[in-house]
């Protein structure tokens, strides 16, 4: 294919998009301006720009709310529905496809979801942080996946497949956990609705409808209803991902001899002594689109065009919006308290214990075996690494605590164990070696 000048131009930026760390430095970079605009000059103008008011209206409903709120409730269901499509997806097809492939990934996650919130809720088994138990449950899969892509090329690739479905099942675990103990008072009538909606869209997968905008409309409708209900908004991202079409409408053996007939049929009118298509060649190439659309299915089409609207925009603004922490001269200090002590300890020892023994007692026990070609201290990284709670422990965070200063002292301890696990993995990943 003919490279044209703008191709050239856009190639660096594209191959720098599609690298395996990207979205966790771009996340990372988030973080960062977050925090040096907070602790600048210019903090009133972080501050001010977050809480500027936003109002949405629709005939009698109207939503006016900060900007930092329709950041953490309405671009975060695009978040949670991606999420929702990996799931899904994951289910069908992938590493939690069988009971045998799910089996490790899935003790371990659950390892790495009780271990944490038993160590927090042990140092704040009294007082106002006791509904912080959730915040070190969750991995940051963007964070956590970047540094396992940075610690070297000598990792297997059956270690980067086990954190990646370990992080889909917390992730799962974390939706479970939003959805049961941190939402607010109900709403039965719009819960209902909502759940009518989400059923319309069921009977639609069921007959067929593989349009887009069909699920895209009815799915803001249910956030709507959702976020009117009381239950956490973003769950119906999640739900509205699993009512996606997940089949094509052409097997891939017919759609293999079809694509040939109508190459055969292109090649029919080769030479043409133009730049213009001949109007039968333009006709076939119609064809190999409709025929390649049939052979896709909408659940991967949407979670590849969204994926890096998600990785590089709502993250990212997610992270500058929530990632605002104020570091003083007393910082250390400020950790001295049961809500960081709390999250530092489930982050970084909760999730080490949690996912390296339950994963040697799933091994021990015969329940799952050990990835090819990995090791015991490439599990004992993998552990370490998902102690980086990022993205979903701040939001978590902005569900469990209303108090400034335990929100504050939440994310003390967030971005302190994240940054510990996170070097702390890389160093043990890198010093792994093989399996023989």
């Known amino acids: ?152 090329k000598q990792i297997p690739a059956s270690i980067k497949v086990f954190l990646s479905a370990l992080a889909v099942a ?80 052409v097997d891939e053996k017919r759609y293999s001899e079809r694509l040939r007939e109508l190459s055969y049929e292109f090649d029919a009118e080769i030479p043409n002594c133009s730049t213009l298509t001949t109007p039968h060649q333009h006709e076939t190439i119609e064809h190999i689109k409709a025929l390649s659309l049939a052979a896709q299915t909408p659940l991967q089409k949407i979670e590849t065009g969204l994926h890096p609207w998600v990785a590089f925009i709502v993250m990212p603004l997610f992270a500058l919006a929530n990632s605002g922490i104020v570091i003083s001269q007393g910082f250390f200090g400020q950790l001295v308290n049961p809500v960081s002590l709390g999250v530092i300890a489930g982050l970084v020892l909760g999730k080490l214990v949690g996912v390296f023994s339950f994963t040697w007692l799933a091994v021990k026990t015969k329940l799952a075996d050990l990835p090819s070609e990995g090791n015991w201290r490439h599990i004992l990284g993998v552990a370490m690494l998902a102690g980086i709670g990022f993205t979903m422990s701040l939001f978590i965070t902005a569900l469990a605590f209303k108090q400034e200063e335990l929100v504050n002292q939440a994310k003390y301890g967030i971005l302190l164990s994240s940054l510990v696990a996170g070097i702390g993995g890389s160093i043990i990943l890198r010093t792994a070696g093989r399996k023989t």
């Open 170 to 249: 917390d992730d799962l675990g974390a939706v479970l956990v939003i959805a049961v103990f941190y939402s607010g008072e109900l709403h039965f009538i719009t819960l209902l609705i909502g759940l009518g909606i989400l059923l319309l869209m069921v009977a639609g997968n069921s007959l067929g409808v593989r349009h887009t905008a069909f699920y895209l409309l009815l799915g803001i409708a249910a956030w709507v209803c959702f976020l009117l209900s009381g239950v956490q908004a973003t769950i119906a991202g999640v739900l509205a991902a699993f009512t996606m079409p997940a089949r094509t409408r």
């Open 1 to 152: 294919m003919d490279k044209s000048p703008i191709d050239k131009l856009v190639r660096p930026v594209s191959n720098f998009i599609h690298l395996e760390y990207t979205s966790g430095l771009v996340l990372f970079l988030g973080v960062v301006t977050a925090i040096v605009w907070v602790n600048s000059p210019w903090a009133h103008h972080y501050h001010s720009l977050w809480e500027t008011p936003l109002s949405v209206g629709l005939g009698g409903i109207n939503f006016k709310h900060p900007l930092h709120l329709w950041v953490n409730d309405g671009l975060m269901a695009v978040f949670f529905f991606v999420i929702g499509l990996e799931l899904k997806r994951e289910f069908m097809a992938g590493e939690l496809s069988t009971v045998k492939k799910a089996a490790l990934p899935m003790i371990a996650a659950l390892g790495g979801m009780l271990i944490p919130a038993v160590i927090y809720s042990l140092v704040n088994s009294h007082g106002p942080g006791s509904k912080g138990w959730g915040v070190p449950m969750a991995t940051d899969i963007a964070f956590a996946l970047a540094i396992l892509s940075l610690a070297g």
